[in-house]
């Protein structure tokens, strides 16, 4: 791909890319190795999201992408996922009587018992896997795990906030970089300081006090689906931007074609911040399915149990094409999905910037 004229960022020094844009690590298969290799070739920064594999599957990830590119690339992992309290046995059987039209439509029988969360001390293992393999950069959210390990073998680090205070208090515990996550982001909310609604701030309102309030970059995720986006974040003080949805769209993401169909028929409001699929606040496109467990009134089972109990689902709706039924994580801008190689993208990405930067000035 040619060089372009492109803003220089304490970002592209850090990682040692040439671009400042971070594919964001979207848990749960979407991004494949191809995918995440394929961005660190064009030369932004690939993602693996490493939250719900094992150390082995996460340790095969790595190498797989190592196969493909000798540039750099990250793993992200989820702070909480140590597995909560056995669920209440009536809650549980009220979600499951609110799901069971829904596993009938798709021809899965009653569960056997309740759901089973990860075993006790994943992250710690993950983070482990990072620091052995001398991956490049970490990147977590939903709160700070003990990422020391891997900052101690000269891995950069990324923490997610969605407050001003959430920033400060990963800038105090000597995170590298901070990625600032605006209300209009895809995916989990990663707050964990105070109430979760303090956390939904807009990205234009969230991403300058960040920045005026730390030292440490700033890289700002929520909704960015062009180059308009990425240099709105710069031009707001951002040294980089990181997009999620947009990533979706390539061909070398593991996203189910009725996913990605679903998401270019996606307008402004088709997206709500919702935690009755997973058991977190998490933004998503509306289904009926959510609808349902919305209504019903019963609140969820903690995260991630609640995601746990409904993989039967959502395994299945994936192999009958079901999107309705799917957990469509996506940002506020999903409507302008573009389906491009990752490749192509990236160069799409940074012509639009370039063109967009050059035309303010």
Do not use: W
């Amino acid at each position: 791909m040619p060089e372009r004229a492109f803003p220089e960022t304490r970002l592209s020094d850090l990682f040692g890319v040439r671009y400042p844009i971070v594919q964001a690590p979207m848990a749960g298969g979407f991004t494949t190795p191809e995918l995440v290799a394929a961005v660190s070739e064009a030369g932004a920064l690939g993602s693996i999201g490493a939250a719900m594999l094992s150390p082995e599957e996460l340790r095969d990830a790595i190498a797989a992408v190592r196969q493909l590119t000798a540039r750099p690339f990250g793993v992200n992992v989820f702070a909480d996922l140590d597995p909560p309290a056995v669920p209440d046995e009536d809650r549980l059987a009220e979600i499951n009587r609110v799901l069971a039209p829904f596993r009938a439509e798709l021809g899965l029988p009653d569960p056997a018992g309740p759901p089973s969360a990860p075993p006790p001390g994943r992250v710690r293992e993950q983070i482990a896997v990072v620091a052995e393999e001398r991956v490049p950069v970490l990147s977590f959210t939903l709160g700070i795990p003990p990422f020391e390990l891997a900052k101690e073998v000269g891995a950069m680090v990324l923490g997610t906030a969605t407050t001003v205070a959430e920033a400060i208090e990963l800038e105090a515990r000597g995170i590298d970089v901070v990625v600032a996550q605006g209300s209009e982001a895809g995916g989990h909310r990663g707050t964990f300081i105070g109430p979760f609604d303090a956390g939904l701030v807009g990205g234009l309102a969230l991403l300058p006090q960040v920045v005026d309030h730390i030292e440490a970059p700033v890289v700002l995720a929520g909704g960015i689906m062009d180059g308009r986006g990425i240099a709105a974040a710069l031009a707001l003080g951002a040294d980089g931007a990181q997009l999620g949805t947009a990533f979706i769209g390539c061909p070398e993401s593991g996203t189910p074609p009725g996913y990605r169909q679903a998401l270019s028929e996606a307008t402004a409001d088709s997206t709500a911040v919702t935690a009755v699929y997973s058991g977190r606040p998490a933004r998503a496109l509306r289904t009926p399915l959510i609808q349902a467990l919305e209504q019903s009134g019963i609140e969820p089972l903690p995260f991630p149990l609640q995601g746990m109990l409904l993989l039967d689902i959502r395994a299945a709706a994936a192999a009958q094409g079901r999107a309705d039924l799917l957990f469509l994580l996506a940002g506020q801008g999903a409507g302008q999905i573009r389906s491009l190689p990752a490749a192509e993208l990236v160069e799409t990405l940074v012509r639009e910037t370039s063109d967009a930067i050059g035309r303010l000035s």
